[in-house]
């Protein structure tokens, strides 16, 4: 009989709890209005992709909480030669799978980064050779001396070359035009957590690494990440419980998140900037009624810039949590500076009369791009931007889409006027410079194009003199920003909130690193 009272209550337990994993393991429940955009880790150089790549992918060099650059596969380097550097690699790491990481890994991975289809290729366009010099050393030649070769690796993730040739994904997923791989929803990294399931814009699952190389600092045996778009019920799932961490808590919610004595809120000034691109070379504009292309005129760019009051912004849209920016870029990046910073003056007189001046004294017609779940209010502030250009004539048709359509689409050559945010991943000006302003760059969807600050971008990549760099950097920024070819709106702040029992440091480039965090009970 107690035999039998014993099972009953054992039963009894089983159904009450259901011994779910839920109930048995410790797990965060992560979100965010926007998904991974995919899970290969040189597809798409977008944050929210990297920030679940980063949880199981790793570098040879990576930041840590502080930001700086620290060992990661590898132990230690040095350079041999100006343009010659050596990595030794770590000898106890295993992939996912069990499989060794070596050098040729390691390589493998560099020279995939490089491919057409890679979204990351203008990190390291620098090097020449990556070679294996043996199991665990490997070499890197550049062409140039490259000052910042360590801030640029520490985004080049290692994959399994061995993984890679079994499941036919040699080359990066051709992201652009909408590729399906194996690598897109499958991975096979080093990291501190792997996947163990995988369903696009529903649910992601990340179990703790039992055979991770390094030092857990963490408690955590699962990671969810359930997205979000709907930031009400976003907000709504946090406070009911169901979700433990949002990393992109609305502003409008923050004052009513951080009253619960349940929650709190952590807000930090975000490595990014927002801003709107003109194409300025189109002959004539795919929307629009003027036949022509108005933005390939100055005036009508400072016209657009002039109209927009970015304190109103700041101050209804994003509740102060914003920084006015003149520059894409922010404070702590190489090549900063507070006066090339400064905006000009906001001014409907004076926008008016630039239009007269370029030849639209009416105004014309144009239709603006705006992802609706990627930056913080980004639907919100182009829609406020529609009103400000309507005040100088100017009839704004909104088109406000889900990430994944807009990026695509703006990577097909298909706006005309546009909301783009850039981070600056290696805190030097470069990066900015090589993606969205060099002649032909990837994401130079303006179509800017000038000599002088293609070789001045030349002169970043490969001048190790800092006081020569950092004039060529200054040279260029000046000139851009005297070009107005985007029209920077403002430094985003980022805030996170989440219950009090869970502790993920917050960092400027809002990637979470679940690997130090913990969950009490």
């Not at 070596?102 to 020279?111: A, G, I, M, N, P």
């Not at 945010?421 to 000006?429: A, F, H, K, N």
């Not at 070009?483 to 909130?497: C, E, R």
Request: aromatic share 10%; proline share 4%; with cysteine.
């Amino acid at each position: 009989m107690k035999a039998k009272n014993l099972v009953r209550i054992l039963l009894t337990v089983l159904l009450v709890f259901g011994f779910s994993s839920a109930w048995a393991k410790n797990t965060i429940k992560w979100s965010m209005k926007g998904d991974s955009l995919t899970l290969d880790p040189h597809a798409q150089n977008e944050g929210p992709t990297t920030m679940v790549s980063r949880q199981i992918y790793e570098a040879l060099v990576t930041r840590g909480i502080d930001m700086t650059i620290g060992p990661q596969l590898a132990t230690d380097w040095k350079a041999t030669n100006p343009t010659t550097w050596v990595f030794n690699l770590r000898t106890d790491v295993t992939f996912h799978n069990g499989d060794k990481m070596t050098s040729e890994d390691v390589v493998f991975s560099l020279l995939r980064a490089q491919q057409p289809t890679s979204d990351f290729k203008e990190y390291i366009s620098t090097i020449t050779s990556v070679k294996a010099l043996d199991d665990y050393t490997v070499e890197i030649q550049t062409r140039d001396p490259n000052p910042i070769l360590l801030n640029q690796l520490s985004n080049i993730f290692v994959v399994s070359k061995k993984w890679c040739h079994e499941n036919f994904a040699i080359v990066p997923q051709n992201w652009d035009a909408g590729q399906e791989t194996f690598s897109a929803t499958n991975a096979m990294g080093t990291g501190p957590f792997e996947i163990t399931l995988r369903e696009p814009n529903t649910k992601t699952v990340f179990k703790k690494n039992k055979k991770w190389w390094g030092t857990v600092e963490h408690n955590l045996d699962e990671i969810q990440l359930l997205p979000i778009a709907n930031a009400a019920t976003r907000v709504a799932a946090l406070l009911s419980g169901e979700i433990d961490i949002v990393t992109d808590a609305p502003v409008q919610d923050l004052d009513r998140i951080g009253s619960s004595g349940a929650h709190k809120v952590i807000s930090v000034e975000q490595m990014r900037t927002i801003f709107l691109g003109m194409d300025q070379a189109a002959d004539q504009l795919r929307s629009g009624n003027t036949g022509d292309n108005p933005f390939k005129k100055k005036e009508v760019r400072q016209a657009f810039y002039q109209a927009i009051d970015i304190e109103a912004i700041k101050e209804k849209v994003m509740r102060g949590l914003s920084s006015p920016a003149g520059i894409i870029t922010f404070p702590g990046v190489t090549g900063y500076t507070k006066a090339l910073d400064e905006r000009l003056p906001y001014d409907v007189a004076a926008a008016k009369q630039l239009l007269a001046d370029a030849g639209y004294p009416d105004g014309f017609d144009i239709e603006l791009r705006c992802p609706n779940d990627r930056y913080v209010n980004d639907e919100a502030i182009c829609t406020a931007v529609v009103g400000m250009l309507g005040k100088i004539g100017v009839n704004v048709s909104l088109n406000a889409q889900t990430k994944s359509k807009h990026f695509k689409e703006l990577k097909d050559d298909q706006g005309d006027f546009y909301m783009l945010g850039w981070g600056v991943p290696t805190l030097d000006s470069h990066y900015v410079f090589h993606y969205l302003y060099e002649t032909g760059a990837s994401w130079n969807k303006v179509n800017f194009s000038d000599a002088t600050v293609d070789a001045a971008i030349r002169v970043m990549e490969g001048e190790v003199d800092l006081d020569k760099r950092n004039a060529a950097i200054a040279d260029a920024w000046k000139i851009v920003r005297d070009n107005i070819a985007y029209l920077p709106l403002h430094h985003q702040v980022i805030s996170w909130a989440s219950k009090r029992t869970v502790d993920v440091p917050i960092r400027p480039n809002n990637e979470p690193l679940f690997r130090f965090s913990n969950k009490r009970f």
